[in-house]
């Protein structure tokens, strides 16, 4: 439920359109950055209270996941930002009016759709419940409406982080349609992957989210920042 319910709640702060939100504030992004990770409670919770060792080291492997590749997308959304002067989903949308994020921001937006992956442990970066390691991870001794909470909760977010990824880089809430649109696009490209590539390996998924995506995501931050700087 603890899950369930973060999932659920961060749903009100995303802007369907420019006209259409539940919560408005001035602090989005770093609001859903907050909810995202109590998520990350959820899920060791989960693992500590069924008192298995695959359900255990799912869990572990599950936090240490999310913690490493939100650290570098939450560098990448700040960067746009930045570049927007604003924590304010809807003062993006005025920057995006005439060229998409995602053609000034491409390098950066790449890594953040990777990190989107790795963050809600989707293929590739499924590791917290690999089959042939772990059986399936944290929820391993859950079933029947706990396993649902749990399934329910994991979509939403891999949804939510997805409608966040149109929103930055797309100008997802030009329309409704066009929000949804984009969502289902990206939602699209994430189960093609899933279908194409093979899991990667655990050391591997951590050497890549702290010796390769936090130095780019950083430097581009870095870099964005003095830009905004020079030229305001």
């Not at 702060?13 to 919560?23: C, G, H, K, R």
Request: hydrophobic letters at 60%; a negative charge.
């Amino acid at each position: 439920m603890f899950s369930f319910g973060l999932a659920l709640t961060s749903w009100s702060l995303i802007p369907f359109s420019i006209s259409a939100v539940i919560v408005d504030i001035n602090v989005t992004v770093l609001a859903l950055f907050t909810l995202s990770a109590f998520n990350i409670y959820g899920v060791m919770f989960a693992g500590w209270a069924s008192n298995s060792r695959y359900a255990f080291l799912g869990a572990v492997r599950a936090a240490a996941q999310m913690i490493s590749y939100e650290v570098s997308l939450g560098l990448i959304f700040l960067s746009v930002l930045v570049w927007a002067g604003s924590l304010n989903l809807f003062d993006l949308f005025e920057y995006q009016e005439f060229v998409w994020a995602l053609f000034p921001f491409f390098p950066v937006a790449v890594i953040a759709f990777f990190s989107l992956l790795a963050e809600t442990a989707r293929i590739p970066f499924d590791l917290p419940e690999a089959e042939g390691e772990l059986v399936s991870g944290y929820n391993v001794e859950y079933s029947a409406s706990s396993f649902a909470f749990f399934f329910i909760a994991e979509y939403a977010h891999v949804v939510l982080n997805t409608s966040l990824f149109a929103l930055i880089f797309l100008n997802g809430a030009s329309s409704i349609f066009g929000f949804a649109f984009k969502t289902l696009v990206l939602l699209t490209a994430v189960c093609c992957i899933r279908a194409i590539l093979p899991r990667y390996r655990y050391d591997l998924l951590m050497q890549l989210g702290w010796k390769v995506f936090l130095p780019l995501s950083l430097s581009f931050f870095i870099f964005t920042s003095s830009m905004v700087l020079l030229l305001s």
